[in-house]
C-alpha cells in the first residue's frame, strides 16, 4: 500500500477496482484497511475485495478476489495526516516486509507471490521510524541477499537504466565505478530481452557536460564509463557511448536506442519523466523475484483529495503481470 497518509490507498483502490487488471490476476494488498476503504469512498468506487487479518491468513491460500491483508498493529489508520509520520514509515516498512517474505516462499506454497508491486514510500517517515534504508531498492536487494541490483525505469517512450540510485549528487563521483556502470548497462540488456527487445542497442550518459570532452571537464568518462563499456562490448553487448546527456535522450526517443543507461537518478529520470508521467514505470533488476513500482512518491500534497492519478500504478501492474507470464520464476 505504501505509506498510507500519501496517495498510496487511493491509487491501490483504483486498481482493484479496474475490473480487466484485477482480471489478470490475485491481486494481494499488505496495507491496513481503513485507509483503503476511505480512498475507495472518496472516489466514489464500491469496495470489491476481501478483508482479512493478515495474522490469520499467514499461512493459508488466500482466494482468487483480491484480498487486503490487514495489519494496523502500528496505530489507528483512520484519521492520517499527510506528511511524513514516525507511525506511517513503522507500517509501510513493515508491510514491504511482509510482501518480500511472501516472495520468497518456496516455489509451491500456496502463497508465494509471482511479484511485488510496490506503492510509493516516504523516505523520510522511514528515517523518523528509525530505519537506515533510503528507500525500496535497497531493502529488497538486502533482504534478497543480492550485493547489487539495477534501478530500470521502462515507459513507451523511453527506458533508461541507472548506475547510480538513491544518493546524493555530490556523493556520484566517488562511488561511480567501472563495476557500476557495467551492472547498469548487462541489466539493462538483461530488462530489454526479458521485455522481447532481440539484440538491444544501448547506449550510454557521460558523467560531465560534452562527456567531459576528452577530458577537458573531467576524467570520469575515460577512467570509468568508457573501460565499461569496452568491457560490456567485449561480452557480446551492442553498446557505445559515452555521449552527452543533453542531446542523447533525444536520439533515443528518435529511435536509435533501445536503453540509455544514466549516470545519476536526475540525469534520467528528468527526460523519463518529462515524456513519460503516468506511464512510466520503475523495475527492480537483479533481484531473486519481480518487483515494479509507479514512478512517481507520495504526494502527500494531494493525498486523501481524491486528485491522485493512478496510471502510472495501473502500468507498474501490467507489467509485473507480464514478466511474471512471460518469465515465470
Not at 46 to 64: M, Y
Not at 195 to 213: F, K, M, S, T
Not at 238 to 255: I, M, N
Request: proline share 7%.
Amino acid at each position: 500500500m505504501g505509506d498510507p497518509g500519501g496517495i498510496g490507498p487511493e491509487i491501490v483502490a483504483s486498481c482493484l477496482a479496474d475490473a480487466p487488471l484485477a482480471e489478470r490476476a490475485r491481486l494481494v494488498v499488505y496495507g491496513a484497511g481503513a485507509p483503503l476503504t476511505m480512498a475507495a469512498e472518496q472516489i466514489n468506487l464500491r469496495a470489491n475485495w476481501f478483508r482479512a487479518d493478515s495474522d490469520e491468513h499467514a499461512d493459508k491460500p488466500v482466494p482468487d478476489t483480491p484480498i487486503v491483508l490487514d495489519d494496523s498493529k502500528h496505530g489507528d489508520m483512520h484519521d492520517l495526516q499527510h506528511e511524513p509520520r514516525k507511525v506511517t514509515g513503522a507500517a509501510s516498512k513493515h508491510w514491504v516486509e511482509c510482501a518480500i517474505h511472501d516472495a520468497m516462499r518456496d516455489k509451491d506454497d500456496p502463497r508465494k507471490l509471482d511479484a511485488i508491486v510496490t506503492a510509493p514510500i516516504s523516505k523520510k517517515a522511514w528515517s523518523l521510524a528509525g530505519f537506515k534504508w533510503p528507500g525500496h531498492t535497497e531493502l529488497l536487494a538486502h533482504r534478497a541477499k543480492v550485493k547489487q541490483v539495477s534501478m530500470v525505469f521502462e515507459s513507451p517512450h523511453l527506458r533508461v537504466s541507472l548506475a547510480t540510485v538513491h544518493v546524493p549528487l555530490m556523493t556520484v563521483r566517488d562511488i561511480l565505478t567501472i563495476g557500476r556502470v557495467f551492472d547498469a548497462i548487462s541489466r539493462g540488456e538483461e530488462a530489454c530481452k526479458l521485455l522481447g527487445v532481440n539484440g538491444p542497442r544501448i547506449a550510454v550518459c557521460g558523467l560531465n557536460p560534452h562527456a567531459g570532452e576528452d577530458g577537458v571537464l573531467g576524467w570520469e568518462e575515460q577512467k570509468v564509463i568508457t573501460p565499461a563499456i569496452e568491457m560490456a562490448r567485449s561480452g557480446g553487448i551492442d553498446v557505445s557511448g559515452p555521449f552527452p546527456a543533453d542531446t542523447l535522450f533525444r536520439r533515443a526517443v528518435g529511435g536509435e536506442f533501445d536503453l540509455v543507461v544514466a549516470m545519476y537518478h536526475d540525469q534520467g529520470l528528468i527526460p523519463l519523466k518529462l515524456l513519460g508521467q503516468g506511464s512510466a514505470v520503475n523495475w527492480t533488476v537483479g533481484l531473486p523475484f519481480i518487483r515494479t513500482s509507479p514512478d512517481h512518491g507520495t504526494a502527500f500534497d494531494i493525498a486523501g483529495r481524491g486528485q491522485a492519478d493512478p496510471s502510472s500504478m495501473k502500468a507498474a501492474i501490467d507489467l509485473a503481470i507480464r514478466l511474471a507470464v512471460d518469465s515465470p520464476r
